[in-house]
């Protein structure tokens, strides 16, 4: 099964990117969001949580895919153009004290001209798959791992909780009902406690 998402129109070289999309092609989703958790680039968030939307993706619809399993397969980024990021009339709105500390949007040209500064973008597409052909290509076993179940807690408590448990309710009750029993009578070996009086003299 193959699933698919997009992210149009990012603020960021195409070139610059690729260097980022190359570090998680044909690997695995798990080590693919490790390696952008780890990379110091501005773009590896976005690039991370379009791997979650395509793993989202994958997963809707109770189609019972398991995320450990998917690889991925592609991801292609491709250029969408160099656009301005403001207009004139914006421009001439920005007060002289933020343009200091803005980026510069545009350049001084001849005669007292203004020239827009273009800012490349481009459109990544990020396709994930737990086809067999494919996970052999990333260097994995053709069927994923099946999860282990869970060990039951065992020993003598948890028999006797369960022994208790499944007993009826009317073994319950008669046992309820019996007497106490008696005390136990003292050995006859044993020695008694010696008591004091008040006047400081023991007696036996």
């Not at 695995?28 to 952008?36: E, G």
């Amino acid at each position: 099964m193959e699933a698919v998402a997009r992210l149009r129109h990012y603020r960021g070289s195409a070139q610059k990117i690729r260097l980022v999309a190359d570090l998680i092609r044909m690997k695995s989703v798990d080590r693919a969001l490790a390696t952008l958790k780890t990379t110091r680039k501005s773009c590896s968030a976005p690039l991370a949580k379009l791997v979650e939307s395509a793993v989202a993706n994958a997963q809707q619809n109770g189609s019972g895919v398991d995320a450990d399993a998917l690889v991925v397969a592609r991801i292609l980024v491709d250029g969408a153009g160099r656009k301005p990021l403001q207009r004139n009339a914006m421009i001439r709105a920005v007060s002289n004290y933020k343009k200091r500390f803005a980026r510069p949007r545009f350049m001084s040209g001849p005669q007292g001209r203004m020239w827009l500064v273009p800012r490349p973008f481009c459109h990544v597409t990020v396709v994930v798959s737990d086809d067999p052909t494919v996970r052999r290509k990333a260097g994995l076993p053709a069927e994923p791992p099946k999860p282990q179940p869970k060990k039951r807690a065992g020993g003598r408590v948890a028999a006797a909780v369960s022994k208790a448990a499944a007993r009826p309710a009317a073994e319950k009750g008669e046992k309820s009902e019996k007497a106490p029993k008696a005390p136990k009578a003292s050995k006859p070996g044993r020695a008694k406690a010696s008591k004091k009086t008040e006047s400081g003299d023991t007696q036996e």
